[in-house]
């Protein structure tokens, strides 16, 4: 190569790590200034000063003095926890008998998972609501998590995807061996799904606990049952623009995501790459 | 766990018959295995679809019994100057941002892969904002884009320039939330990261030694490879567009400073923000107009069903994919 | 034993599974079922719900132990924090509460008209509670269509604070009676940075800034948006009056400059209050802010006034809106009589009234509260009274569907503001109204 096209080339790269450093400090910036921001007092907050000084972290106790934090992170929990198990255990038969069986109508299934997955959840709200409040349900977290024992379209789809690709062989190995199907599904089959069903149950449990509109719609009149992103929505409602505080109480409610994706992070990695390579 | 052979010893003639359909043992297990899906489809998507159509041609507002009127809210959905305001806003998110969206998530994934060192930290950066709870993003970028006291407003003016109003005015509330999107589009990001690597390596040497510059590579190459994985990509950005909600809602929310009314005005500024789900809710559970909502409801399932279909079209491989046998 | 920790399909031990599952049985069973409930001996728990919050709450809540303590066997549950729009869904709810306490009146003519609240004009007959007893105001606004859903509590009267200091200083010697002497005192009382940001505003002329809203600017040119049933701002010659001087008001600042100096206040309802810090030196507001200052900033020299008026009708100076606050009975609530018990208490005994109007620094609707000498006598509260009780003084007019006719209004008019709206575009806004309350209930009788 020419010296004159090393150059360019290395000034390509050197503009390709240029943009990307840029790109990442600029994805970190929101991140910094909450923190910086949660720190800060009162005035700070609104006075365009960029560091806090003093620092407060008095902050965060005090959110926790406003709002019942607790019981807003125990239903989060308890909607997040339930829904993922209901979801495995619901979404899981659905897909194997998608994937590893051939009969009659598993394209029309299939094709009803996909026209589900892709509705929009304000098409079957009104209805639905309706009827939860009929039945003296509104206003608890049983809306929230009774449908998710009945299959996720979403986690049906992937499961089914990752499950074509266990090759026939080990099932019919273990049906000569004499075991049933259910045996051969669980003890067989199954384990080899782990990647899968580990990556599903991460997506339910942070769709869950990043859920806004379905417990806006059906926990809101009860404050007993808000999770906590109806609390940080109520508490800027209160606290608008004491926005040390504000930021304080975000940053709580991010704080365990975050947590969780770096000691899960090849997981999420590997469970978002399944649904798209895959496809 | 021993893999039989075909020199397994012979097995009597009716174990070993896959063709045909299912055996009658395994024709009921697999009716076990779908019958939570079918109550929860029946239960949770059969029921609501086929009410939700009854209501959209009554009135109701959960306290009275629904009263039949006919067309009526069809009418007023034809006429409601609302409509055509929140479909353009959930439009323009559904086919500019979206695009943005590829853009920008594909640009990322092509700078990170080139990248040996560090790029599982830069693809982590890159992936969590999109896992962060929306409505704690959408407080975020509330408080960072605050013409007053907010740090790029700070940054704008060291610079000599004023900030926009952002959330505040009608013509920036869009660009803003659109930040706020491609803030949060490293989920695609990393399946369009995964889908790079798949390209093949010859054919990419291949073209290179043709002549080809780096563009054509892109163009013939690298894009028929990676062409599911954007349809994909694309499919679920426009899905999730026509649901966007809980970002919209939050910007709605904040009145910057002022704002002493406790009664919310969803769509501030000017209705700029007042994307389709957002009127539905206004509609469906502010006035409890049920009947009309159920029609707004009726008018978005069409919609996104053509859409869905439109852009799923060519994807008969995933349908029919099958698992491999030996 | 090989099968201790046998694990069930999807990797997870057995044992974890069930226990999970007994979870959500018995949470499930937890959270249904959070409303008002009876014990065995007859023993009631209502539950109240209002949008109020830390201070104001904890007036209510000594108002309630009052109630408590003269009707034993009936516990009040207050739930605090409710904006209108869970009032709106709580009479839908079958664990909903039993009273609500909306803070406007605008809400009369949807839950009455709707057959949320109960119509109590059969228990009012029966206690002998009847007009004579309220501020008249009050007492129009509890009624719609013939139904009469609620009872007044409290009611805010808006009116007009300025800064005494701020005033001597610029040698203004007394508040603007007229809307061009508002300008005019706007004007040389706004101060600016060094960069050209406002650094101590005159008077925000923004229809979406703290308390302002249009209504308040509507009182000061006497326009209103109902002509008998049908909306008619297109051609009202005050309507085109009051956008022309809010125009002007704009321009004076400069629309960008406002909105920054808006992001930048600190919360009506705070400490940081622009007005009780010295950063504005005229303010609209309710008489509630009288005991705002006087918790967090007591030594803020500051006076009340009717707010200014149109040049062309002076006589209309003294005149006001009027908000009542009202209490009702959600149609679906377990324990009518008792609810029934307290909303009468809230509102007819002169006790409970004197602790709210004073605690909260409200107006009591009841008029034998009103012209109690136990009323805090600050003369700066006490001109509410004079205001509210002034002959041009008005109320929101009540409708089938509630306030939502002042977000058309509301969205117009920030159109209007920030330059992107035309008064032609008020016969939008006249159609828009009309449509939706034929929508809503057509031909409904109210």
């Known amino acids: ?279 | 766990m021993s893999v039989a052979t075909r020199e397994a010893p012979a097995r009597p003639a009716t174990r070993t018959v896959r063709r045909g359909g299912l055996r009658r043992r395994q024709r009921w297990f697999v009716l076990a295995l779908l019958s939570p899906g079918i109550v929860g489809a029946a239960v949770f998507f059969g029921y609501p679809l086929v009410t939700v159509l009854g209501l959209s041609f009554s009135r109701y507002n959960l306290i009275k019994p629904p009263e039949f009127i006919g067309l009526s809210n069809y009418r007023f959905l034809f006429s409601d100057p609302m409509v055509p305001k929140a479909i353009v806003n959930t439009l323009w998110f559904a086919v500019v941002v979206v695009i943005l969206q590829l853009v920008y998530a594909l640009g990322i994934a092509m700078l990170v892969s080139r990248i040996r060192r560090g790029s599982t930290l830069a693809r982590a950066i890159f992936y969590l904002p999109s896992m962060i709870p929306p409505i704690a993003s959408a407080l975020a970028f509330i408080y960072l884009l605050n013409p007053g006291t907010g740090p790029v407003a700070a940054a704008l003016r060291l610079v000599g320039v004023d900030s926009p109003l952002w959330f505040d005015d009608p013509h920036w509330s869009k660009p803003a939330l659109t930040l706020l999107a491609l803030w949060g589009t490293g989920n695609l990001m990393v399946i369009f990261f995964a889908a790079l690597l798949d390209v093949p390596t010859e054919l990419v040497e291949a073209s290179t030694m043709d002549g080809a510059n780096a563009v054509q590579r892109f163009r013939h190459v690298t894009l028929p490879s990676i062409a599911p994985v954007l349809q994909f990509a694309a499919v679920t950005a426009v899905i999730d567009a026509l649901q966007y909600f809980a970002q919209a809602y939050m910007v709605s929310n904040v009145h910057n400073g002022g704002g002493a009314a406790t009664t919310l005005v969803l769509g501030y500024p000017q209705n700029s923000t007042l994307f389709y789900p957002v009127y539905l809710y206004v509609q469906g559970f502010r006035y409890f107009n049920m009947g009309y909502a159920s029609a707004l409801a009726i008018l978005l399932f069409v919609v996104s069903m053509i859409v869905a279909a439109v852009l799923m079209r060519g994807s008969r491989r995933l349908v029919h994919a099958e698992a491999e046998e030996s | 034993m090989t099968r201790r920790n046998a694990k069930s399909r999807n990797g997870f031990p057995r044992r974890r599974v069930a226990a999970a599952l007994a979870v959500l049985a018995v949470a499930a069973g937890l959270l249904t079922g959070c409303g008002g409930s009876d014990d065995a001996d007859g023993h009631v728990t209502l539950t109240m719900w209002s949008a109020y919050t830390g201070r104001e709450l904890g007036v209510l809540r000594g108002v309630l132990d009052d109630f408590e303590a003269s009707h034993p066997g009936i516990t009040v549950r207050s739930i605090g924090a409710q904006d209108d729009d869970k009032l709106v869904q709580g009479i839908r709810s079958h664990d909903g509460p039993d009273v609500e306490w909306a803070p406007s009146d605008d809400f009369t003519g949807l839950f009455c008209s709707s057959g949320g609240w109960l119509d109590l004009s059969g228990r009012m007959r029966a206690a002998g509670i009847g007009q004579k007893q309220f501020v008249p105001s009050a007492w129009r606004a509890t009624t719609f269509g013939g139904t009469r859903c609620a009872l007044p509590v409290l009611a805010d009267v808006v009116g007009f604070y300025y800064n005494t200091k701020l005033f001597r200083q610029a040698g203004i010697t007394h508040p603007p009676r007229t809307v061009s002497e508002l300008r005019a005192d706007a004007k040389k009382l706004t101060t600016r940075a060094k960069d050209g940001s406002i650094d101590t505003a005159g008077f925000v002329p923004l229809a979406g800034f703290y308390s302002n809203a249009v209504q308040y600017f509507q009182v000061m040119f006497g326009a209103d948006v109902f002509d008998g049933h049908t909306a008619k701002l297109a051609g009202s010659p005050r309507w085109h009056a009051m956008l022309r001087w809010q125009r002007q008001m704009i321009d004076d600042y400069g629309y960008t400059a406002l909105n920054t100096y808006n992001a930048r206040v600190g919360g009506n309802f705070t400490a940081s209050n622009a007005f009780e810090t010295g950063r504005l030196a005229m303010n609209i507001d309710g008489e509630y802010r009288t005991a705002f200052v006087k918790a967090d900033h007591p030594d803020l020299p500051y006076d009340t006034a009717p707010l200014p008026v149109s040049d062309d009708h002076p006589e209309r100076y003294g005149a006001g809106f009027v908000t009542s606050h009202i209490a009702g009975i959600p149609h679906n609530s377990a324990h009518p009589d008792e609810a029934w018990q307290l909303v009468r208490y809230l509102s007819t005994n002169r006790h409970a009234q004197l602790a709210l109007g004073n605690g909260l620094n409200n107006i009591p609707t009841l008029t034998g509260a009103l012209h109690s000498p136990h009323l805090d006598d600050d003369p700066r509260f006490r001109r509410f009274i004079s205001i509210a009780e002034n002959r041009y003084s008005v109320s929101a007019p009540g409708t089938p569907i509630g306030p939502a006719y002042q977000q058309i209004i509301g969205t117009y008019v920030d159109g209007w503001q920030s330059g992107s709206q035309r008064i032609s575009g008020l016969s939008d806004v006249d159609e828009q109204i009309n449509a939706m309350m034929a929508q809503a209930a057509p031909g409904e009788d109210w």
Not at chain 1, 217 to 242: D, I, K, M, V
Request: overall charge positive; glycine content about 4%; some cysteine.
């Open chain 1, 1 to 279: 190569m020419t010296r004159r096209a090393l150059w360019t080339r290395l000034l390509g790269l050197v503009a390709e790590r240029c943009v990307l450093i840029v790109l990442l400090l600029a994805t970190l910036t929101p991140f910094v200034f909450i923190v910086l921001t949660a720190l800060m007092t009162d005035q700070q907050s609104l006075s365009p000063n960029l560091w806090p000084d003093p620092f407060r972290p008095a902050n965060f106790v005090a959110v926790f003095h406003d709002v019942p934090l607790l019981r807003y992170t125990a239903n989060t929990m308890l909607y997040a926890v339930l829904a993922t198990v209901g979801v495995l255990v619901s979404s899981v038969p659905v897909a194997y008998a998608l994937a590893r069986y051939r009969w009659r109508g598993r394209h029309t299934v299939l094709l009803g998972v996909i026209a589900l997955m892709l509705l929009p959840v304000q098409v079957t709200t009104v209805p639905l609501y309706i009827l939860y409040n009929h039945l003296g349900l509104t206003g608890t977290l049983v809306p929230l998590i009774a449908p998710k024992f009945f299959g996720d379209a979403f986690s049906i789809f992937l499961l089914r995807q990752f499950l074509l690709t266990i090759p026939q062989d080990y099932a019919n190995a273990a049906r000569i061996d004499g075991a049933g199907e259910l045996r051969t599904m669980l003890r067989v089959i199954l384990p080899m799904a782990k990647p899968a069903l580990s990556a599903v149950a991460l997506f339910q449990f942070l769709a869950c606990w990043n859920d806004f509109f379905l417990p806006l719609l059906y926990s809101s009149e009860n404050p007993n049952a808000w999770t906590l992103s109806l609390g940080l929505s109520a508490f800027q409602n209160q606290f608008s623009t004491q926005w040390n505080l504000v930021m304080a109480a975000t940053l709580l409610f991010m704080v365990p995501v975050i947590a969780v994706f770096f000691a899960a992070q090849r997981s999420f990695v590997r469970g978002v790459t399944l649904t798209g390579v895959k496809g």
